[in-house]
Structures are given as structure tokens and as C-alpha cells.
């Protein structure tokens, strides 16, 4: 899992490099990925929250509103689907 905030910057010392390395192909397109999430009005930098399928069964994009996720999962034929797992375990949004 990488942790991103709503601009594209990565948390954690690295973190940006190994994903670079990784996944070059997603890391070249984060602008338009992050779009995919619209800003909300205000001065609060949130952006709508949801799910994206950036690779079937591989790698998804989180937005909980205020930060992001890139997210990698494992093969796993008990999960019958990883979107709605995820979504699952979103927390709630902030009242």
C-alpha cells in the first residue's frame, strides 16, 4: 500500500522512487488518476471519495477524501472482489 496525499506526494521516505520503479506505467499518468476523484468546492483540498481498478485484481486507487491510496493486492480467489472489499473497509466519512 502507498500512501499519497490529494496532490500526488508520497509519504514515507522512498516510497515515490520504489513505486516509480514498480509501477512507471500508473506513476506517469498520477495527474490523471487523481482526477479521476474530483476536487471538492472550498479551500479543503478533499476530493470525492471512492474505489478505481487501475489493474484487475492487482492494483487499485483509493481516495478517502482528505488522503489516497495506491493499493496492491495478492491473488486470492476468496475475495470475490477486491473493489468491494476495499470499499468495505473505508472508514466512514468524517460528519
Avoid: W
Avoid at 498520477?30 to 471519495?49: C, K, M, Q, V, W
Avoid at 484487475?56 to 476468496?78: I, K
Amino acid at each position: 500500500m502507498y500512501h499519497l496525499d490529494n496532490e500526488g506526494n508520497f509519504h514515507g521516505s522512498g516510497l515515490g522512487d520504489q513505486f516509480k520503479k514498480q509501477f512507471s506505467f500508473v506513476f506517469k499518468n498520477l495527474t490523471e488518476i487523481l482526477g479521476i476523484f474530483a476536487e471538492l468546492p472550498g479551500n479543503s483540498g478533499a476530493r470525492e471519495r471512492g474505489v478505481y481498478e487501475i489493474e484487475q485484481d492487482r492494483l487499485y486507487f483509493v481516495s478517502l477524501g482528505t488522503e489516497c491510496y495506491v493499493v496492491l493486492v495478492a491473488p486470492d480467489a476468496s475475495v470475490p472482489s477486491y473493489e468491494a472489499a476495499i470499499r468495505e473497509a473505508m472508514p466512514d466519512s468524517p460528519e
